[in-house]
T-cell receptor, first 114, second 113 residues
């Protein structure tokens, strides 16, 4: 069985500061890992995904994430926060089984202060 | 715009009623997934269809059912609705080849009064 834990349901940073959103996963097989962003009253948009190629994955809007097998982590970072980054972020894991269903973490709401 | 469409955008109904949510996947995608997002349960996988056949089942209640039609659109049927069924219901689609990405629709917000 797979699971995802996102540490911190709310994270607040100042504009221009580093963004770090934490994600730890458990999976019985090598996982595929995803970060999605959800803006208010919208669906989920893919930020980036890890699929066993490079461990450092670059995504859209300046975000990146590093897969660390030894730590079972896939933390999301961005060097400099913008006001437009304020949203809810979801980490998800998928095992390449028959379903490819996504198991999501509880989400982290990112607030950006001016 | 992900290319996945969902109708209706909002749905308000009463307890005990039945509703149908509709999803059209991206052009060429064979897989459709349904997810429920609620305040207490978060985002949970309900069910997946691949080219018309059920492929995987998650935490879907017996009162809920889904199907995928020959044109690949999908419908999620929710019956005997309860207050606790109020949630955002998302549909996602993918081409289901290996580590494929799921693209999400804008969701249907269901309110049960």
């Amino acid at each position: 069985a797979q699971s995802v834990t996102q540490l911190g349901s709310h994270v607040s940073v100042s504009e221009g500061a580093l963004v770090l959103l934490r994600c730890n996963y458990s999976s019985s097989v090598p996982p595929y890992l995803f970060w999605y962003v959800q803006y208010p009253n919208q669906g989920l948009q893919l930020l980036l995904k890890y699929t066993s190629a490079a461990t450092l994955v670059k995504g859209i809007n300046g975000f990146e994430a590093e897969f660390k097998k030894s730590e079972t982590s896939f933390h999301l970072t961005k060097p400099s926060a913008h006001m437009s980054d304020a949203a809810e972020y979801f980490c998800a894991v998928s095992e390449n089984n028959a379903g490819n269903m996504l198991t999501f973490g509880g989400g982290t709401r990112l607030m950006v202060k001016p | 715009d992900s290319g996945v469409t969902q109708t209706p955008k909002h749905l308000i109904t009463a307890t005990g009623q039945r509703v149908t949510l509709r999803c059209s996947p991206r052009s060429g995608d064979l897989s459709v997934y349904w997810y429920q997002q609620s305040l207490d349960q978060g985002l949970q996988f309900l069910i997946q269809y691949y080219n018309g056949e059920e492929r995987a089942k998650g935490n879907i209640l017996e009162r809920f059912s889904a199907q995928q039609f020959p044109d690949l659109h999908s419908e999620l049927n929710l019956s005997s609705l309860e207050l606790g069924d109020s949630a955002l219901y998302f549909c996602a689609s993918s081409d289901s080849r290996g580590s494929d990405t799921q693209y999400f629709g804008p969701g249907t917000r269901l309110t049960v009064l």
